[in-house]
């Protein structure tokens, strides 16, 4: 557990919570569930969020699936904001997290956000739709914005979305200590949505190096 706190003046948090339907696959046929998620995001420091090529940020919080024993806690996790995909034009931002089922096996989640490469699309929708797989998971390890373990066999995929109301209470949860620090992040972000949906590739100084995920 990372039990972070919003302690120097520039570090940031805010809330997110995501609902929808994953289905897994069983042996009798698919099972289909509702899975939500409520993460708490933290950036320790938003120059080094801004200036480091994964721009990464700690995620806590928990998962709520009927099919992995109800509510269970995030081990730990992590988020990447705005990574090119080197198969395509489009830009990601990944979810990784860790966490135990009701019966203390191992499992992870993968989620990513897609924008694609092009003026026009709905940005709406882009920005709150997470894609989600669950995995049998060894623990992985995050250190630096690296995670150093391969998900396992998928256990189920589906998709969830930030519905409008949970996104106005998204606003009301940001905790900082310097209005400026806020400006800052969402300087950020709207500068690299911008980019992803003007079809730039990549940034001059070649930040965008590799992925977190296969």
């Not at 699936?65 to 990574?83: E, Q, S, T, V, W």
Request: hydrophobic share 35%.
């Amino acid at each position: 557990m990372i039990n972070e706190s919003i302690t120097t003046l520039s570090s940031l948090s805010f809330t997110e919570t995501m609902k929808g339907v994953v289905t897994f696959n069983e042996q009798d046929g698919e099972l289909n569930v509702t899975l939500l998620l409520h993460l708490t995001v933290y950036i320790h420091d938003i120059e080094r969020f801004r200036h480091t090529p994964s721009h990464h940020a700690n995620i806590e919080g928990y998962l709520e699936c009927p099919a992995l024993g109800g509510r269970r806690k995030i081990d730990k996790g992590m988020l990447y904001y705005f990574r090119d995909e080197e198969s395509s034009r489009n830009t990601r931002m990944w979810y990784h997290l860790f966490f135990s089922d009701a019966s203390g096996s191992k499992r992870s989640l993968i989620g990513f956000k897609e924008m694609p490469g092009k003026m026009g699309l709905n940005v709406w929708r882009a920005t709150t739709t997470l894609f989600v797989s669950l995995h049998q998971s060894e623990e992985g390890n995050i250190e630096e914005g690296n995670i150093t373990e391969e998900p396992g066999q998928t256990m189920a995929t589906g998709t969830i979305s930030l519905h409008f109301l949970d996104f106005l209470r998204q606003l009301t949860s940001f905790r900082i200590k310097r209005a400026m620090t806020l400006w800052i992040f969402l300087l950020f972000f709207l500068r690299e949505l911008g980019r992803a949906y003007s079809g730039a590739s990549g940034k001059c100084s070649g930040e965008r190096e590799g992925s977190p995920h296969p």
